[in-house]
């Protein structure tokens, strides 16, 4: 059969766009190759504990509700409360003068580094300033100009004046974050505080406002994974058709056709590919196509993006556990940066890449001690996720893909996996919740191994592009955003993570959008 578009990925970048043409009455094909939708967005029940098994909640970024409202989906949320803790200190995050709180915290740990902290948290606060400019307003891309005139001439014209003052100070912010800090302080367990939750070489710009946009996540009643049950049921109310368990092998951009590992053969008129990048030049071969100079660019593709390296990936503990949710509600809020130690996970010395496994074992114990961990408690944001008096909870930290995938090579992976949860449930037990370990009821653990086995993901990346490569194989200028759909490839698209730098959950939704309305566009001009 042949499709009007054909969306390959079915994470929240495919499922935007297949929404939206499924919308414009056009036939329309997603094909996912999981058994189910969501990539990254998704929640899962075990026992009676619902559990998030991708972000723990969801940046609005001036995104995310306009979508929704375009959309008519309604998703009833939450507000996402941040706290950050370091060692028997914890502060909330409730307002923009949260920061003057982060600078207490950060001065209690670091008394002999005031006056340096105190510069630090003026870069803080110019950048949180500029965030109001970046994201202030519903972005325009999901909005109807014609319906919304007035809100065009009040705000977004206006608006459009100081973002053209602002734009070029925050891409002045591009420098890695720690680089940029460097400017202001050379104490490196400092600097380690404030930036080893951030993905290696993030830009001072993206990991600097997070302050500001922690005010800006909001959880969905039921789990993330809720918004996109009612995308999915959007799609499919709207002639659109879902085909989970299809992975799709081979793309032939001549005969306009994609074909599944089972052999099915789909035809299309449009392809959004909103899965990970390389395995769509990896899927193309090159050989029978007729126009040299798209023959040239897919072959450079490939060439460029074959030693280009996914973003950083993550190591998961989900805990059962056999206490009451008030016993973490008094501690921190349901979604909490907590740092055991300020001494900082330098002083774990370097990831351990191609070392034997005593020195890795003493390497984790160490790292998993200073690290920072990012804790969500669902039950928290609501009270159906777990059964009474019992809690789930969600431990993550930032994790090196390339020495899970050694360790696995070595042969211990599964002791690899009980070995990190046990690190983690002792550092908390002799921190921040103890008695923790005694209320086990069970753990599991996802690796970047599992994410990259689950998304289809390079390296188990959770945001795209890592920062660390010598060039970034995508766009990466916010003004530009408009070219990051295009691919060398007539008739196809792309959208999602891998297409824009800095991604994450908005940007896919945002891309997602963008190349859906390039294909409606271009499908309206064939007709």
């Not at 409202?69 to 409730?94: A, E, M, T």
């Amino acid at each position: 059969m042949k499709y009007d578009a054909i969306i390959v990925g079915g994470g929240i970048a495919g499922l935007t766009a297949a929404a939206y043409l499924a919308k414009a009455g056009y036939s329309t094909l997603l094909c996912e190759k999981e058994s189910t939708c969501g990539g990254l967005v998704n929640s899962f029940e075990r026992e009676g504990f619902v559990f998030d098994g991708g972000i723990r909640a969801i940046e609005n970024s001036g995104i995310v509700f306009p979508m929704l409202k375009q959309l008519g989906l309604d998703v009833p949320f939450v507000k996402n409360k941040i706290s950050i803790g370091i060692g028997d200190r914890v502060i909330w995050v409730n307002s923009d003068e949260s920061i003057k709180g982060y600078q207490v915290l950060l001065t209690e740990q670091f008394p002999n580094s005031k006056a340096e902290i105190a510069e630090i948290i003026t870069q803080i606060r110019a950048i949180m300033r500029h965030m109001d400019v970046q994201y202030g307003i519903d972005n325009p891309v999901f909005l109807d100009m014609k319906e919304d005139r007035k809100y065009l001439v009040k705000v977004i014209l206006p608006w459009m004046l100081k973002y053209a003052l602002t734009i070029h100070k925050i891409t002045a912010l591009n420098e890695p974050v720690v680089d940029f800090l460097k400017h202001y302080t050379q104490n490196q367990a400092l600097l380690d505080i404030i930036t080893q939750h951030f993905f290696r070489e993030t830009p001072a710009f993206f990991a600097l406002s997070y302050l500001k946009l922690y005010l800006d996540y909001y959880y969905p009643l039921g789990g993330t994974g809720k918004l996109v049950e009612k995308l999915v049921t959007f799609i499919e109310d709207h002639h659109g058709t879902i085909s989970t368990n299809t992975q799709i092998s081979a793309v032939d951009p001549e005969k306009r056709q994609v074909i599944d590992t089972a052999g099915v053969t789909y035809g299309y008129r449009r392809l959004i590919w909103a899965a990970d990048q390389k395995s769509l030049y990896r899927f193309i071969d090159p050989e029978p196509i007729t126009d040299d100079r798209v023959k040239n660019a897919v072959i450079r593709r490939r060439e460029n993006l074959a030693d280009k390296a996914g973003n950083d990936s993550v190591f998961t503990l989900y805990l059962a556990l056999d206490l009451d949710v008030s016993y973490f509600s008094s501690k921190a809020s349901e979604h909490f940066f907590y740092t055991p130690s300020s001494v900082g996970q330098s002083m774990a010395g370097p990831v351990p890449i191609n070392e034997d496994r005593k020195t890795i074992e003493k390497w984790l114990e160490e790292f998993f001690a200073l690290t920072t961990y990012e804790i969500s408690c669902p039950v928290m944001r609501d009270s159906t996720l777990a059964p009474p008096g019992k809690t789930g909870l969600i431990v993550s930290v930032l994790f090196d893909y390339g020495l899970t995938k050694h360790i696995q090579q070595m042969g211990w992976y599964d002791d690899f996996k009980s070995f990190c949860e046990l690190c983690i449930f002792n550092t908390l037990d002799s921190s921040v919740y103890p008695g923790i370990k005694d209320a086990i009821r069970y753990r599991f653990s996802s690796t970047p191994l599992s994410l990259a086995r689950i998304t289809g993901n390079s390296d188990g990346a959770i945001t795209g592009w890592a920062f660390t490569n010598d060039s970034m194989p995508a766009e990466n200028r916010l003004p530009r955003i408009l070219n990051s759909i295009r691919t060398p490839i007539p008739g196809i698209v792309q959208a999602g993570q891998w297409t824009f730098s800095p991604s994450g959950f908005p940007i896919s939704i945002l891309t997602g959008k963008l190349a859906s309305d390039r294909v409606i566009k271009e499908l309206k001009n064939l007709n």
